[in-house]
């Protein structure tokens, strides 16, 4: 008698099904997802796969010349010193740029950290050059920074020295570009990772007697680490793929042929796409290798919270 | 009663500003000017800033003067190269395509990102953390690395040189973007008063229109400016992909830069920078002026507690 | 502002459950509300109440049961369309409408004519006193008045049923009291049918006309706050409901409904609030104020007493707590008029109806229960 009625008045709710998956996350709602997805998809991930698949169909020319089969592209990237030498090209002027945007970030974040008249004008002047891009830099750089431009011109009638100096269009050049468009990127990181920092914990250390040198290096700097990395690669990554500057201030022939300018001559004058891909990808390869290498160090560090606002 | 004698009151002064490096000061005061390693700081923002404005400063003059070449400042000034440049680079067309292409990036990738945010905000799902990576992935990897590959593609289906592959390549830094900058913003907002709206008897389309769509739209528009400076200043997808017709004001400096035999005359060139960075500061004055870029972060105001 | 009283005449709740991830927020649940009743549901977190609060308000599905209003199903409609109000615990007001327009919300989805919301908003202004904060936007309130704020948004629009989540809980004590108040007033005056979510004892103790009590998911007791307060049907409803001293003890010997009960240091004469025989441990549940310090003024005959040895004494304004020990070592609170001094020995009584005896397991099913246990599967 209990039994029968427990049974027959208990209706079951009739979303049912819908509801279980309702309980997993799924629902109509995720159709909102569904433009992006198709979108990162067919303009991302396909063109990605599809050039993928391009750089193990060479040309029969590149197979003629390199061997390799299927690889040839690849053999070719890595025997051809023309190629390859570009590697490092790029290396010399992506490396020590994002080296030195990191390092020169920390002591001028570290004394703007405080509050001062005209701080927010210094930070947006700071930030300008990101407006302005690298094309602007560039001829900018050429008219400034050239022979006849007023950096020369200055120096000269100081008498610090007595020939104008080569300033552009060679390794100089585009390294002062990338450092213009560069550093601001890096200041507004590294600021922001150090006011990330609880600074009463700099203020205990005082307390418990540690100086500035050791406040730096055994409570700042190690909590600024993982972020000094962070920043490290993204401004690495930026400096690498650099393109326009290494043609407009640089030498693209000689000392600053860089990987971007080698795919775009692949692509656009050799209409070889399939070395294009293979260039473009091996370019990424290169920088993943440089950010896993980062990555393994800077997993070493403290990664935890830093206790400040951030 | 004592006779108290008026002593004189001692002056105290503040912190010297020339305090020699490592003089006395009180206890929390920190000097403006005193370490070595303040002098360096400063002298490299100067240093910084000497190149900044002396970059900018020489385009701006250039683009004024006579032919200059051998002196401080050109012998004249006249503002001759800039309708030349006009003329010569069809700058309306540039001009209008530039904005065109901006536009259009902006409107899609809002529509097809603002949607994808909400559902990354509110929702977890099997997969979210793929799907996060995948729109992450975009702003990883340099422009060149998926660019190339790309605009073989675009090639290939006849789109290459046109206005439309412009505008779909832009779009793939511009999604991405628009999700990682909207979904922190929507996370902030109380889901719970979506629920309120629906107990006062709104329907989905009214919670939508009346209650999400006035929170979202300051962050929108914040994110909106970001890409459509972006998208202006973007050089290395669209130079792969565009042509006579569809070039932006960036790309038509650059072939203007890097023309056979030497490049188009230096003035005419930073004429046509000085246009380009007049219009990027118009776009940020405008978006300043209606845009609070502080929005982004802590838009909607915790409810304080008593 | 003119109410209709009931707008319905009775809203049931049959067999209600939910299921969610593997666990069962709640099971169970079969409660009937008359038109103007206050009904709190009462809990610690993770008992179930705001899961039933929300299965009420149609913001989650159920996935047992069904409920009724006037016999005619509701829980099939959306949210939008079942005319209750809500209030949440952080307020969730439309942070970019102004006091005003959030109170007008609801009346304007109900597309009433213009001046008809202007007067009711400004109704609902005046009966949460907050007619000059009109034009503010909740970023500017505080909480307390957000909270109103809240309030009023939900009772303008004269809903069959208003429901409150915790909406107390995020304000300090001496707001929380004033606020009871308020919504005391606000139920007295409007006589709104209310079912009103809270972990606070004495919050749903002073504003329901009846408590659901729900633990794990499931209703230990239903009923009036006297018949809570005198009569808990397992000791975890006791301890919701003030008594603080929960002892393990053995029952001796059983006479009718008392038995006698060892342990911790007493032995007593307890009355049986659920059977048990001699052997079984069961818990003893004492309210403090049910404790009395004996002295030469009262006259005890020895029967229910034992020693204690006094540690702590606070000071309350008009009584005093103290904090006891026995002799072998169990804990005790007990409420007294006047304060010995720490360190001093006292006597303490109970009367024996007063001293409760409960099963110590509160998942001990009888047979009966066990057999619809088995049906279920």
Same mark, same amino acid.
């Given at each position: 008698m209990t039994v029968a009625t427990v049974t027959s008045s208990r209706a079951k709710s009739s979303a049912s099904l819908s509801h279980r998956l309702a309980e997993r996350g799924i629902s109509t709602r995720l159709l909102l997802l569904v433009p992006a997805v198709v979108f990162a998809l067919g303009l991302f991930v396909y063109p990605f796969l599809y050039g993928l698949g391009l750089t193990f169909q060479p040309l029969p020319a590149t197979q003629a010349q390199w061997g390799g089969g299927l690889f040839a592209n690849y053999v070719a990237f890595f025997k051809d010193a023309f190629t390859f030498d570009s590697v490092w090209i790029t290396m010399r002027l992506a490396l020590p740029v994002a080296l030195f945007n990191v390092l020169i970030s920390v002591p001028i974040a570290f004394k703007l950290r405080n509050r001062f008249r005209g701080k927010r004008t210094l930070q947006a002047l700071l930030v300008l050059p990101i407006t302005l891009g690298t094309v602007l830099t560039a001829q900018g750089l050429l008219i400034f920074a050239g022979r006849q431009g007023w950096l020369n011109r200055f120096l000269i009638e100081t008498g610090i020295i007595d020939q104008p100096l080569q300033l552009v269009n060679n390794y100089l050049g585009v390294m002062f570009s990338l450092i213009i468009s560069g550093f601001p990127f890096a200041y507004l990181l590294i600021s922001s990772y150090l006011s990330g920092i609880d600074p009463s914990l700099e203020a205990a250390a005082r307390t418990l007697g540690a100086n500035w040198k050791q406040r730096f290096l055994r409570v700042t700097l190690p909590l600024l680490a993982p972020g000094l990395a962070t920043t490290f690669i993204l401004t690495f990554v930026l400096a690498f793929s650099v393109f326009p500057s290494a043609r407009l201030v640089g030498d693209a022939s000689g000392e600053t042929r860089v990987l971007a300018l080698m795919a775009y001559r692949s692509f656009a004058e050799q209409l070889d796409y399939a070395m294009a891909s293979t260039i473009a990808i091996m370019m990424g390869v290169v920088e993943l290798i440089v950010i896993a290498v980062v990555f393994l160090g800077r997993s070493f560090l403290y990664k935890g919270s830093t206790g400040g606002k951030g | 009663m004592s006779n108290a004698t008026l002593t004189r009151p001692t002056v105290v002064t503040g912190p010297s500003k020339t305090a020699k490096p490592g003089s006395r000061l009180p206890p929390g005061e920190k000097s403006l000017v005193a370490s070595p390693g303040t002098w360096f700081v400063w002298a490299g923002i100067a240093a910084f800033f000497i190149f900044l404005f002396g970059i900018v400063l020489s385009v701006l003059v250039d683009s004024l003067g006579r032919p200059w070449f051998n002196t401080w400042l050109p012998e004249n000034f006249t503002t001759a190269w800039y309708q030349q440049a006009w003329t010569r680079f069809n700058l309306t067309h540039i001009m209008g395509v530039t904005l065109l292409v901006a536009f259009s990036v902006i409107i899609i990738s809002v529509v097809i990102g603002v949607p994808a945010s909400y559902v990354l905000a509110r929702s977890s799902f099997p997969g979210k953390n793929i799907v996060t990576l995948l729109f992450l992935l975009p702003i990883l990897i340099p422009p060149i690395t998926y660019g190339i590959p790309l605009a073989t593609v675009m090639y290939n289906f006849g789109l290459g040189r046109t206005i439309l592959a412009v505008i779909l390549v832009n779009l793939v830094p511009s999604v991405p973007f628009v999700i990682i900058t909207m979904t922190p913003f929507i996370e902030q907002i109380n889901p719970a008063i979506e629920n309120a709206a629906r107990m006062c008897g709104a329907n989905t389309r009214r919670v939508f229109t009346k209650i999400l769509a006035p929170l979202l739209i300051p962050g929108i528009l914040a994110a909106s400016i970001l890409v459509l400076v972006r998208t202006v200043g973007m050089f290395d997808l669209t130079f792969l992909v565009s042509g006579p017709n569809s070039d932006t004001l960036v790309v038509a400096i650059y072939r203007a830069m890097t023309?056979? =035999? =030497? =490049?188009?005359?230096r003035q005419l060139i930073s004429a046509m920078g000085v246009l380009y960075t007049a219009l990027m500061l118009l776009i940020l004055i405008i978006a300043l002026r209606f845009i609070n870029p502080t929005q982004l972060v802590a838009q909607v105001k915790e409810a304080r507690e008593d | 502002m003119s109410l209709s009283a009931s707008a319905f005449e009775s809203l049931e709740m049959k067999d209600v459950g939910r299921r969610f991830g593997g666990r069962d927020a709640l099971v169970d649940l079969n409660l009937t509300i008359r038109a103007g009743e206050f009904i709190a549901l009462l809990g610690p977190s993770g008992c179930g109440k705001s899961t039933a609060l929300n299965c009420l308000a149609g913001l989650i599905p159920l996935t047992h049961g069904e409920i009724l209003i006037d016999g005619k199903r509701i829980d099939l409609l959306p949210s939008e369309k079942r005319d209750f109000g809500m209030v949440f615990q952080n307020y969730a007001l439309f942070p970019h409408l102004t006091v005003e327009r959030n109170i007008a919300f609801g009346l304007q989805m109900r597309n009433l004519p213009k001046a008809e919301i202007v007067r009711r908003v400004a109704e609902g202004l005046a009966l949460v006193k907050l007619e000059e904060h009109a034009k503010k936007l909740p970023g500017q309130l505080s909480g307390g008045q957000q909270q109103r704020v809240a309030i009023a948004r939900a009772v303008v629009l004269e809903p069959r049923l208003v429901l409150m989540d915790e909406p107390l809980s995020n304000l300090d004590a001496k707001l929380r009291l004033e606020m009871r108040a308020e919504i005391r007033r606000l139920h007295q005056s409007l006589g709104l049918t209310t079912v009103y979510v809270t972990h606070d004892q004495e919050e749903a103790l002073s504003l329901a006309d009846r408590l659901v009590v729900l633990r794990e998911g499931r209703v230990q007791q239903i009923g009036t706050p006297e018949e809570l307060h005198k009569n808990p049907v397992n000791w975890h409803v006791a301890d919701f409901m003030g008594y603080r001293n929960l002892i393990d003890v053995e029952v001796e010997s059983v006479s009718g409904k008392l038995a006698r009960v060892t342990g911790g240091g007493l032995s007593l004469d307890a009355t049986l609030a659920q059977p048990a025989v001699p052997g079984d441990t069961v818990r003893l549940a004492i309210r403090p104020s049910d404790l009395l310090v004996a002295s030469t003024a009262t006259s005890t005959d020895g029967h229910n007493t034992f020693d204690a040895l006094v540690n702590v004494v606070e000071y309350h304004g008009r009584e005093f707590a103290l904090g006891v020990t026995t002799t072998m070592g169990q804990n005790l609170f007990v409420q007294a008029e006047v304060a010995p001094l720490p360190g001093e020995k006292v006597t303490l009584s109970v009367d024996s109806a007063r001293a409760l005896l409960y099963h110590? !397991?509160? !998942?001990?099913?009888s047979s009966e229960q066990r057999e619809l246990a088995e049906v279920r599967g």
């Open positions: - | 023309a056979a =035999g =030497g =490049g188009e005359s | 110590s !397991d509160l !998942d001990a099913m």
